[in-house]
């Protein structure tokens, strides 16, 4: 059976944003202030390296209701016992990815347009990482920024929830919701912020507000 999930606060680690304090760490201090999942992102790590901040992320947020979602590497997300994968659209096709992981892990999608979204199949897919909503140095290689219109329509041609991403910070909550979003990915709202809780804290606040 799949873990549910909660899109409303999704942080999305960055290796290099998060040195100072460490990846695992961060994470901790965010869920402690309300962020519901967590994913372990890092291009340059490779696979052996995933796993073991994986498993430290897995005993990290043990216990706090959070998911750990593994990008790309399905192997490595195997060996952790992730909640799932994320995957993008440049990487290993979905029906590919569904039949490494099996039928009880969470599969997220990006998209970056509505046609993809709308291809979406949701009996493959659990969640689409929506957008970029803006340009973000977190991520080079992103398309072009579509705006909180681009994501309306994104979210609008989906079948699946989706969580918007893109520079995304507390002063973009309102918009993100009001375009269908099921809440925001954030890497530098969160990742290397002086208190990563308290960063937290903020987003979390006003997503409750907006969704009570």
Sequence with gaps: MKPSFDLSLYLVLDPGLCAGIGMVETARRAVAGGATMVQLRD?????????????ALKAA???????LI???????????????????QGDMS???????????????????????????D???????????????????DHKTPVGFDGLAAQVAACPVPAVAIGGLKVDH??????????????????????????AARRLRAEIDRLTR
């Design 43 to 55: 291009k340059e790590g490779g696979t052996a390296a995933m796993v073991e901040t994986g498993l």
């Design 61 to 67: 947020l043990a216990g706090s209701g959070a998911r």
């Design 70 to 88: 593994v990008n790309d590497d399905v192997a490595a997300a195997v060996e952790i016992g992730a909640d799932g994968v994320h995957i993008g």
């Design 94 to 120: 979905v029906i590919e990815a569904r039949a490494l992981i099996g039928p009880e892990m969470l599969l997220g999608l990006s998209v970056e347009t509505p046609d993809l979204a709308a291809r979406v």
């Design 122 to 140: 949701p009996a493959m897919v659990d969640y689409v990482g929506a957008g970029p909503v803006f340009a973000t140095p977190t991520k080079t």
């Design 173 to 198: 909550v309102a918009q993100t919701l009001a375009a269908g979003a099921k809440g925001l990915a954030v890497v530098s709202a969160i990742c290397g912020q002086p208190d990563p809780e308290a």
